[in-house]
């Protein structure tokens, strides 16, 4: 198969359904993938995120038997924009031969990916997060539950826009708030030896859509490569227009 340019965009990488049970998140199968697509000894790996990965989705939880399973398939995102990252991991993607399993579950090849670009509104959009988003001041966490969340937050997405090349002044129209915080909640992760709490939580964010859209694909938060901070747009019931 030839090679693909690409623009800088979000695809969902597509896995076959299984039924068997999984009784831990796949985020260091999911890593190891994308490295892998990437190739050995990359430069992404270990260096600043200006991507964002999401954990492995299409889940069903089992309460029961604490364990999750895909029967009805399972995706993951991969966003940025960085047009050299995203055209390595879609020719890394065509390029892969055999089967090829992330966990228990298979990557579907005859519908391996498609593009699902983020539909960002005019004014503002409500932002869910598929993974966790770790905050951090310093080396301290910090949860939607502390005041600086959301400041904190805010000042390192700036910092990312800016870094990636968007105008300052844009990066800095940016809004964060909680959208619903009473669903929010707080969860317990670890990246190799290092635990890390992260909230699962729903915002709105409001500014240039340009910058938003921009932030959407790095990811919110750190750690974005890692299955953290990957978001999705809910459509809006209020007019938008």
Not at 68 to 90: H, Q, R, W
Not at 146 to 151: A, C, G, I, V, W
Not at 158 to 171: M, Q, W
């Amino acid at each position: 198969m030839h090679a693909i340019k690409t623009n800088s965009m979000r695809i969902k990488i597509n896995f076959i359904g299984n039924d068997k049970p999984v009784t831990q998140r796949l985020n260091k199968e999911v890593n190891g993938f994308i490295n892998r697509l990437l190739g050995e000894n990359n430069e992404y790996h270990g260096k600043f995120s200006n991507y964002s990965v999401s954990p492995m989705l299409g889940y069903i939880i089992d309460k029961e038997h604490h364990c999750l399973s895909y029967p009805e398939g399972a995706y993951i995102f991969v966003s940025s924009n960085d047009v050299t990252f995203m055209e390595k991991i879609i020719n890394g993607l065509c390029f892969l031969s055999g089967d090829v399993f992330v966990g228990p579950l298979q990557l579907n090849k005859e519908k391996m990916f498609e593009i699902d670009n983020f539909s960002v509104a005019k004014y503002y959009d409500i932002v869910r997060t598929n993974g966790p988003v770790i905050v951090k001041d310093d080396r301290k966490p910090v949860t939607f539950k502390d005041e600086e969340f959301l400041p904190i937050l805010r000042e390192k997405s700036i910092k990312k826009l800016i870094h990636n090349g968007i105008a300052e002044k844009d990066a800095n129209s940016i809004k964060i708030e909680l959208f619903h915080p009473e669903h929010a909640r707080t969860e317990m992760h670890e990246i190799g030896r290092q635990k890390n709490i992260a909230s699962r939580v729903m915002f709105r964010i409001s500014g240039n859509i340009h910058a938003r859209q921009t932030l959407y694909e790095l990811g919110l938060g750190v750690s974005t490569g890692f299955g953290f901070g990957s978001v999705s747009l809910r459509k809006s019931i209020i007019s938008n227009n």
